[in-house]
């Protein structure tokens, strides 16, 4: 079984940058693929991100060219780079856990308890 904690979240201007983290425990992070999803006020969680065991990643279009996610093996450490970033990217963020790389939710079996990021127009 997974643990994840995410870290890294906070306040920034329009323009400006995050880095956000996920730490894993439990169960070896090198054989999960693993996401990054969010949940603005009154909308349903959606997809953002997503690294594959060896390096494949996947992008909603709305971040594309503004996000980039990464993933450290050996100190079982997911990463979310956050640049450019937008008032409509103010959510909470969640890293995932799967067997799969994929862009439903419904395929990571671990999830973190989120990181709030708000972003100031």
């Known amino acids: 079984q997974a643990q994840l904690v995410e870290s890294g979240g906070g306040w920034v201007q329009a323009g400006g940058s995050l880095r956000l983290s996920c730490a894993a425990s439990?169960?070896?992070?090198?054989?999960?693929?693993m996401g990054w999803f969010r949940q603005a006020p009154g909308k349903e969680r959606e997809f953002v991100a997503a690294?594959?065991?060896?390096?494949?990643?996947l992008y909603t279009d709305s971040v594309k060219g503004r996000f980039t996610i990464s993933r450290d093996n050996k100190g079982g450490t997911l990463y979310l780079q956050m640049d450019s970033l937008k008032p409509e990217d103010t959510a909470v963020y969640y890293c995932?856990?799967?067997?799969?790389?994929?862009?439903?939710?419904?395929?990571?079996?671990?999830w973190g308890q989120g990181t709030q990021v708000t972003v100031s127009s």
């Open positions: 995932a856990a799967g067997v799969t790389i994929a862009t439903i939710q419904e395929l990571y079996g671990y």
């Open positions: 439990g169960q070896t992070f090198v054989r999960y693929a």
């Open positions: 690294v594959s065991t060896i390096g494949v990643t």
